[in-house]
Protein backbone atom coordinates (compact mmCIF):
# COMPACT_ATOMS: atom_id res chain seq x y z
CA UNK A 1 0.00 0.00 0.00
CA UNK A 2 1.57 3.18 -0.74
CA UNK A 3 1.70 6.16 1.40
CA UNK A 4 0.57 9.77 0.19
CA UNK A 5 4.35 11.26 0.23
CA UNK A 6 4.90 8.23 -1.40
CA UNK A 7 2.38 9.21 -4.52
CA UNK A 8 3.16 12.26 -4.64
CA UNK A 9 7.08 11.45 -5.34
CA UNK A 10 6.44 9.35 -8.23
CA UNK A 11 6.53 11.57 -11.83
CA UNK A 12 4.33 10.20 -14.01
CA UNK A 13 3.72 11.69 -17.38
CA UNK A 14 -0.06 11.27 -18.81
CA UNK A 15 -1.28 12.97 -21.67
CA UNK A 16 -4.34 14.21 -22.01
CA UNK A 17 -7.11 12.05 -23.84
CA UNK A 18 -7.52 13.31 -27.93
CA UNK A 19 -10.71 14.63 -27.19
CA UNK A 20 -9.14 17.44 -24.54
CA UNK A 21 -11.39 15.64 -21.78
CA UNK A 22 -9.91 15.01 -18.25
CA UNK A 23 -11.24 11.81 -16.33
CA UNK A 24 -13.01 12.17 -13.22
CA UNK A 25 -12.29 9.75 -10.30
CA UNK A 26 -14.11 8.58 -7.56
CA UNK A 27 -12.10 6.75 -5.07
CA UNK A 28 -14.07 3.91 -2.80
CA UNK A 29 -11.41 3.18 0.10
CA UNK A 30 -12.09 3.18 4.13
CA UNK A 31 -8.63 3.57 4.60
CA UNK A 32 -7.83 7.39 5.15
CA UNK A 33 -4.58 7.88 4.75
CA UNK A 34 -4.67 5.44 1.00
CA UNK A 35 -8.07 7.05 0.47
CA UNK A 36 -6.31 10.63 0.32
CA UNK A 37 -2.97 9.63 -1.14
CA UNK A 38 -4.89 8.30 -3.86
CA UNK A 39 -6.43 11.60 -4.40
CA UNK A 40 -3.45 13.74 -4.26
CA UNK A 41 -1.84 11.06 -6.79
CA UNK A 42 -4.96 11.79 -8.86
CA UNK A 43 -5.23 15.35 -8.66
CA UNK A 44 -1.57 15.74 -9.37
CA UNK A 45 -1.78 14.38 -12.40
CA UNK A 46 -2.66 16.67 -15.84
CA UNK A 47 -5.95 15.07 -17.54
CA UNK A 48 -7.32 13.70 -14.58
CA UNK A 49 -8.88 15.12 -11.47
CA UNK A 50 -10.44 13.36 -8.07
CA UNK A 51 -14.31 13.97 -8.49
CA UNK A 52 -14.97 12.36 -5.02
CA UNK A 53 -13.46 10.08 -1.78
CA UNK A 54 -15.66 7.56 -0.06
CA UNK A 55 -14.99 5.19 2.22
CA UNK A 56 -18.14 3.38 1.77
CA UNK A 57 -20.47 1.62 -0.91
CA UNK A 58 -23.85 3.43 0.66
CA UNK A 59 -21.51 6.71 0.94
CA UNK A 60 -21.03 6.63 -2.90
CA UNK A 61 -24.92 5.42 -3.84
CA UNK A 62 -24.95 8.69 -2.15
CA UNK A 63 -23.32 10.98 -4.85
CA UNK A 64 -25.33 13.39 -7.13
CA UNK A 65 -26.28 11.12 -10.65
CA UNK A 66 -25.70 14.16 -12.63
CA UNK A 67 -22.19 14.65 -11.42
CA UNK A 68 -21.48 10.64 -12.09
CA UNK A 69 -17.22 9.88 -12.31
CA UNK A 70 -15.80 8.64 -15.10
CA UNK A 71 -14.30 5.80 -13.40
CA UNK A 72 -14.58 4.32 -9.73
CA UNK A 73 -11.28 3.04 -7.68
CA UNK A 74 -12.92 0.64 -5.26
CA UNK A 75 -11.41 -1.47 -2.49
CA UNK A 76 -12.55 -4.53 -2.24
CA UNK A 77 -12.63 -4.93 1.79
CA UNK A 78 -15.04 -2.51 2.95
CA UNK A 79 -16.83 -1.93 6.08
CA UNK A 80 -20.85 -2.79 5.12
CA UNK A 81 -21.68 -3.38 1.73
CA UNK A 82 -18.05 -5.29 0.46
CA UNK A 83 -16.65 -3.89 -3.12
CA UNK A 84 -17.12 -6.99 -4.72
CA UNK A 85 -20.53 -6.63 -3.51
CA UNK A 86 -20.99 -2.99 -4.28
CA UNK A 87 -19.94 -2.83 -8.13
CA UNK A 88 -23.92 -4.13 -8.75
CA UNK A 89 -25.27 -1.11 -7.35
CA UNK A 90 -22.62 1.02 -8.23
CA UNK A 91 -23.12 0.16 -11.47
CA UNK A 92 -26.63 0.36 -11.62
CA UNK A 93 -27.11 4.15 -10.27
CA UNK A 94 -23.98 4.83 -12.52
CA UNK A 95 -24.35 2.76 -15.69
CA UNK A 96 -22.02 5.06 -17.61
CA UNK A 97 -18.97 4.90 -15.21
CA UNK A 98 -16.58 2.00 -15.07
CA UNK A 99 -15.64 0.32 -11.85
CA UNK A 100 -12.20 -0.79 -11.02
CA UNK A 101 -11.02 -2.80 -8.39
CA UNK A 102 -8.55 -2.48 -5.53
CA UNK A 103 -7.09 -5.07 -3.41
CA UNK A 104 -4.14 -6.15 -1.41
CA UNK A 105 -4.48 -10.18 -1.89
CA UNK A 106 -5.97 -11.74 -5.27
CA UNK A 107 -8.64 -13.68 -3.74
CA UNK A 108 -10.05 -15.83 -6.21
CA UNK A 109 -13.81 -16.04 -5.26
CA UNK A 110 -13.90 -11.61 -4.50
CA UNK A 111 -12.46 -11.81 -8.28
CA UNK A 112 -15.06 -13.66 -9.64
CA UNK A 113 -17.93 -11.64 -7.90
CA UNK A 114 -16.62 -8.63 -8.52
CA UNK A 115 -16.50 -9.43 -12.69
CA UNK A 116 -19.51 -11.16 -12.26
CA UNK A 117 -21.46 -8.01 -10.76
CA UNK A 118 -20.09 -5.79 -13.53
CA UNK A 119 -16.19 -4.46 -12.62
CA UNK A 120 -13.77 -3.78 -15.77
CA UNK A 121 -10.60 -4.16 -14.14
CA UNK A 122 -8.71 -5.99 -11.05
CA UNK A 123 -5.24 -4.42 -9.81
CA UNK A 124 -3.49 -5.17 -6.99
CA UNK A 125 -2.52 -1.98 -3.90
CA UNK A 126 0.77 -2.67 -5.24
CA UNK A 127 0.44 -1.44 -8.37
CA UNK A 128 2.94 1.41 -9.32
CA UNK A 129 1.15 4.72 -9.72
CA UNK A 130 1.96 5.29 -12.89
CA UNK A 131 0.62 1.93 -14.13
CA UNK A 132 -2.23 3.09 -11.88
CA UNK A 133 -3.39 5.86 -13.57
CA UNK A 134 -2.97 3.90 -16.86
CA UNK A 135 -5.49 1.65 -15.85
CA UNK A 136 -7.40 4.29 -15.24
CA UNK A 137 -7.22 5.47 -18.64
CA UNK A 138 -7.92 2.46 -20.26
CA UNK A 139 -11.11 1.67 -18.32
CA UNK A 140 -12.31 5.09 -19.42
CA UNK A 141 -11.34 4.07 -22.66
CA UNK A 142 -13.29 0.66 -22.63
CA UNK A 143 -10.21 -1.50 -21.61
CA UNK A 144 -10.39 -4.21 -18.70
CA UNK A 145 -7.05 -3.70 -16.85
CA UNK A 146 -5.49 -6.23 -14.34
CA UNK A 147 -2.45 -6.78 -13.04
CA UNK A 148 -0.68 -10.12 -14.25
CA UNK A 149 -1.41 -11.82 -10.91
CA UNK A 150 -4.86 -11.04 -11.26
CA UNK A 151 -5.07 -11.53 -15.26
CA UNK A 152 -3.50 -15.54 -14.54
CA UNK A 153 -6.18 -16.07 -12.29
CA UNK A 154 -9.09 -14.69 -13.91
CA UNK A 155 -7.73 -16.96 -17.22
CA UNK A 156 -7.95 -19.93 -14.59
CA UNK A 157 -11.16 -19.50 -13.16
CA UNK A 158 -12.38 -19.13 -16.56
CA UNK A 159 -10.90 -22.26 -17.35
CA UNK A 160 -12.29 -24.04 -14.35
CA UNK A 161 -15.92 -22.72 -14.68
CA UNK A 162 -15.83 -23.79 -18.64
CA UNK A 163 -15.31 -27.30 -17.09
CA UNK A 164 -17.29 -27.64 -14.90
CA UNK A 165 -20.30 -25.94 -17.43
CA UNK A 166 -19.46 -28.38 -19.85
CA UNK A 167 -19.26 -31.72 -17.62
CA UNK A 168 -22.11 -34.18 -18.09
CA UNK A 169 -22.97 -37.69 -17.65
CA UNK A 170 -25.40 -37.76 -20.23
CA UNK A 171 -24.79 -40.72 -22.66
CA UNK A 172 -23.88 -40.57 -26.15
CA UNK A 173 -27.27 -42.09 -27.38
CA UNK A 174 -28.95 -39.19 -25.41
CA UNK A 175 -26.47 -36.61 -26.60
CA UNK A 176 -27.44 -38.10 -30.55
CA UNK A 177 -30.81 -37.68 -29.49
CA UNK A 178 -30.78 -34.47 -27.71
CA UNK A 179 -29.09 -33.20 -30.84
CA UNK A 180 -31.66 -34.34 -32.79
CA UNK A 181 -34.15 -32.51 -30.80
CA UNK A 182 -32.57 -29.58 -30.57
CA UNK A 183 -32.70 -29.82 -34.34
CA UNK A 184 -36.63 -29.69 -34.08
CA UNK A 185 -37.32 -33.57 -34.70
CA UNK A 186 -40.35 -34.80 -33.28
CA UNK A 187 -39.75 -38.09 -30.82
CA UNK A 188 -40.98 -39.78 -33.95
CA UNK A 189 -38.56 -39.02 -36.22
CA UNK A 190 -36.11 -39.38 -33.82
CA UNK A 191 -37.10 -42.95 -32.93
CA UNK A 192 -36.80 -43.53 -36.48
CA UNK A 193 -33.66 -42.15 -36.85
CA UNK A 194 -32.24 -43.85 -33.89
CA UNK A 195 -34.20 -47.21 -34.81
CA UNK A 196 -35.33 -47.33 -31.49
CA UNK A 197 -39.28 -47.24 -30.34
CA UNK A 198 -40.65 -44.02 -29.11
CA UNK A 199 -41.29 -45.21 -25.71
CA UNK A 200 -37.49 -45.90 -25.38
CA UNK A 201 -36.92 -42.29 -27.17
CA UNK A 202 -39.33 -40.90 -23.76
CA UNK A 203 -37.69 -42.78 -21.80
CA UNK A 204 -34.24 -41.04 -22.50
CA UNK A 205 -35.94 -37.59 -22.74
CA UNK A 206 -36.90 -38.25 -18.78
CA UNK A 207 -33.01 -39.12 -18.16
CA UNK A 208 -32.06 -36.17 -19.78
CA UNK A 209 -34.79 -34.37 -17.97
CA UNK A 210 -33.21 -35.46 -14.39
CA UNK A 211 -29.62 -35.29 -15.29
CA UNK A 212 -29.74 -31.56 -16.43
CA UNK A 213 -32.27 -30.84 -14.03
CA UNK A 214 -35.04 -29.41 -16.36
CA UNK A 215 -38.82 -30.25 -16.99
CA UNK A 216 -39.21 -29.17 -20.44
CA UNK A 217 -37.89 -30.58 -24.02
CA UNK A 218 -37.18 -26.83 -24.51
CA UNK A 219 -35.63 -26.18 -21.18
CA UNK A 220 -33.46 -29.07 -21.78
CA UNK A 221 -32.34 -28.07 -25.36
CA UNK A 222 -31.83 -24.61 -24.23
CA UNK A 223 -29.66 -25.94 -20.86
CA UNK A 224 -27.24 -28.09 -23.17
CA UNK A 225 -26.82 -25.34 -25.75
CA UNK A 226 -25.95 -23.01 -22.95
CA UNK A 227 -23.35 -25.41 -21.27
CA UNK A 228 -22.15 -26.27 -24.69
CA UNK A 229 -23.17 -29.99 -24.68
CA UNK A 230 -24.30 -29.90 -28.04
CA UNK A 231 -23.55 -27.34 -30.44
Same mark, same amino acid.
Given at each position: ?? =?????????? !??? %?????????? +?????????? *??????? #???????????? !??????? /???? *???? #????? *?????? @?????????? %??????? $????????????????????????????? @??? &????? +???? +?? %?????????? &???????????????? $???? @?? $??? /????????????? &?? &?????????????????????????????????? =???????
Amino acid at each position: ML =LPDEMLSVKV !SVT %RMQTGTTIRV +AIIEDDALTR *DGLGLMI #DGTPGYVCAAKC !SSIEEAL /RLRS *DAAP #DVFLV *DIRLPG @TSGSEGVSPL %RTRFPAT $QVVMLTVFAEEERIFESICNGACGYLLKG @TPP &ARLLE +AIGE +AH %RGGAPMTPEI &ARKVVELFRQTHARET $QHDL @TP $QEL /RLLSLLSEGHSYQ &AT &ATRLHISVNTVRNHVRSIYEKLHVHSKSAAVSEA =LRRRIIH
